[in-house]
């Protein structure tokens, strides 16, 4: 019997070993933390928060739309004050890395057009601090120092020209900059489709390209997407191109949300290829934003699926979907129209939500692949 038992604990103790290697080869695991971040000051309330960035010191930082509070949550704001809530943050927060708050600013201002909807953020390699729009008339892309000193403008709101202008803009969902080339990225847009580069430091125009990496994106009206085969996907970007992201290897991708899919291109706008995530997903679409792991070799892609509510792992190499995690919800670690992603240098990440989600939250690491 004791010869039995010994043997029966020598194989569970190997069986164990053997799940926790398998778990350990899987793909990362994420938990929410329920605590972060800590709590607003001075009776502080965010709106729909539409960006969300990691800065190279591992800060994370926001921006959302103070103009959506709802008519129950702006009592204090009134003269006198109806209720003890609430008063709306300032549109760009920035927190650490444990949720507290480090600094906050933005909004009109002389010199620059601040968006009617704020929409996306970027953190540049120098810490500033780059930001759009997607209102209406949101045309224009932002760059501030990370005190909220106004440096730069490209664009100007109110003014468009169509997916294929060198001078001007279309509602831009979003941006990334590559220091090394002097090169800044735009997904544009909202109204454009397209992917636009810009000189860094002067904002001149440099290149453009449509989807498969076609030089003249068409700004016709498309019909409605319907979930086909990848091979009979529509040929233009749909409206929003909603992110795009910069690979250690120089790949760029593309977040065509409405059309489920991510596309991937070299920096010249050679197409390279494309992968459909939950293509039978209708509505609003699946990819609104994605985010790089943080491993040397950046293995996976883990996409803000909106429409479904949920984080999803991607192989990078292959686009095969490895993982999903979240559900709609209100709950922490629950979505309600997850909009952009950020991911710090420990393989963190950091969501934000619109419509009624209305947060920020975090997920850390919890398991996984070692790098």
């Not at 729909?48 to 926001?62: L, P, Y």
């Not at 933005?106 to 729009?133: C, R």
């Not at 068409?218 to 992110?243: G, M, R």
Request: aromatic residues 10%; contains cysteine.
């Amino acid at each position: 019997m004791k010869r039995l038992t010994t043997a029966a604990a020598i194989i569970a103790i190997a069986f164990c070993h053997l799940a926790g290697q398998a778990k350990a080869e899987g793909p990362p695991q994420f938990a929410v933390d329920p605590f972060w971040p800590k709590p607003l000051p001075d009776n502080w309330i965010l709106g729909q928060v539409a960006g969300i960035a990691v800065d190279a010191d591992d800060n994370v930082w926001i921006i959302h739309r103070p103009s959506t509070l709802l008519d129950d949550e702006m009592g204090a704001q009134k003269r006198p004050p109806e209720t003890r809530c609430c008063v709306p943050a300032p549109p760009v927060l920035q927190f650490s890395g444990d949720g507290k708050l480090l600094r906050s600013w933005g909004g009109p201002g002389p010199g620059y057009e601040w968006p009617q909807s704020e929409h996306g953020i970027h953190i540049d390699k120098e810490g500033n601090v780059w930001l759009a729009g997607n209102g209406k008339n949101d045309h224009q892309i932002l760059k501030f120092t990370p005190d909220g000193k106004f440096l730069q403008q490209i664009g100007k709101a109110g003014s468009t020209g169509g997916s294929n202008s060198k001078t001007q803009l279309g509602r831009p969902a979003h941006m990334v900059t590559d220091e090394a080339a002097g090169e800044l990225y735009v997904a544009d847009g909202y109204l454009n489709r397209r992917i636009v580069v810009f000189d860094l430091k002067t904002g001149d125009y440099k290149r453009h390209w449509g989807a498969y990496g076609t030089k003249e994106a068409t700004d016709e009206k498309l019909p409605p997407y319907t979930p086909v085969a990848i091979t009979q996907l529509s040929k233009s970007f749909s409206n929003p191109v909603h992110c795009v992201r910069l690979a250690h290897d120089g790949l760029i991708y593309a977040c065509d949300r409405a059309n489920d899919r991510i596309q991937v291109f070299q920096k010249d706008g050679t197409f390279v290829k494309e992968f459909q995530v939950e293509p039978q997903t209708l509505q609003n679409g699946s990819v609104w934003d994605l985010v790089l792991s943080e491993d040397p070799a950046q293995r996976y892609i883990f996409v803000a699926d909106g429409a479904n509510m949920q984080i999803v792992t991607l192989d990078r190499e292959s686009g095969e979907k490895l993982a999903s995690f979240g559900r709609p919800g209100r709950m922490a670690g629950e979505f309600k129209w997850i909009h952009n992603m950020a991911i710090d240098a420990k393989g963190n990440l950091y969501t934000s939500e619109v419509g009624y989600g209305r947060r920020t939250q975090k997920f850390k690491r919890v398991g996984g692949p070692t790098n």
